[in-house]
């Protein structure tokens, strides 16, 4: 079946680090892949999406391309601040099957000063 | 986008009662989902719901732990029945998009669950 792996934490780096959170993902269809994040204590909200091959997703200084190719979708930040502490899921969705949204174990991120 | 919001935001409960859990969506929508977020893990689905059809549940989950209602297009309950510590997780719901294009699911703020 479909399943999404992702590098488990926790990752720890020092503040204006880059940051690289490895993603892939099987898949028997073509589904749109995000990345959510999950600050302490809040909700889970959508940081980036990508819905086909070579597309990049980017907000808050977060990147990912969509590579069909080695079926990834790394995340990638140039340099990390203090506040992107928080743990970070991968995730693919396949709307034309109407089927759930696959989530990877997620990486629990933490930057110090 | 489809704005979710979900009652209550979070409680603690004692061990034996049950508790429900509402999501309201300000679009129409066909599908809705409830994920169970338990500590330090990722995001698991309990079940589906879709209006007028009894809901599908994951393999793990059954209707007598977690009976759902989906009395109409924008509305869905989860109950959490005869709970136990072990069910203290972060219950999410989240909808399919109200409109055809929008690839991606949305999630609720979620409903953070405490059981002594």
């Known amino acids: 079946g479909n399943s999404v792996t992702q590098m488990e934490g926790p990752v720890t780096l020092s503040e204006e680090a880059f940051l690289t959170i490895n993603c892939t993902y099987t898949a028997t269809g073509y589904p749109s892949l995000f990345w959510y994040v999950q600050y302490p204590g809040e909700g889970l909200q959508l940081l980036l999406k990508?819905?086909?091959?070579?597309d990049k997703g980017s907000n808050k200084g977060f990147e990912a391309t969509y590579r069909k190719e080695t079926t990834s979708f790394h995340l990638e930040k140039g340099s990390v601040q203090v506040s992107d502490s928080a743990v970070y899921f991968c995730?693919?969705?396949?709307?034309?099957?109407?089927?759930?949204?696959?989530f990877g174990p997620g990486t629990s991120l933490s930057v110090i000063p | 986008s489809a704005v979710i919001s979900q009652k209550p935001s979070r409680d603690i409960c004692q061990r034996g009662t049950s508790l429900t859990i509402q999501c309201q969506v300000d679009s129409q929508v066909t599908m809705m989902f409830w994920y169970r977020q338990q500590p330090g893990q990722s995001l698991t689905l309990i079940a589906t719901?879709?209006?007028?059809?009894?809901?599908?549940?994951e393999s793990g989950f059954v209707i007598d732990k977690f009976p759902i209602s989906r009395p109409n297009l924008t509305f869905s309950t989860l109950t959490v029945s005869n709970m136990s510590p072990e069910d203290s997780s972060i219950y999410l719901c989240?909808?399919?998009?109200?409109?055809?294009?929008?690839?991606?699911?949305?999630f609720g703020p979620g409903t953070r669950l405490t059981v002594l």
């Open positions: 989240s909808v399919e998009p109200p409109r055809v294009g929008m690839n991606e699911q949305f």
């Open positions: 719901a879709n209006q007028g059809s009894e809901a599908t549940y």
């Open positions: 990508a819905t086909k091959a070579d």
């Open positions: 995730a693919q969705w396949d709307e034309t099957s109407y089927d759930k949204v696959i």
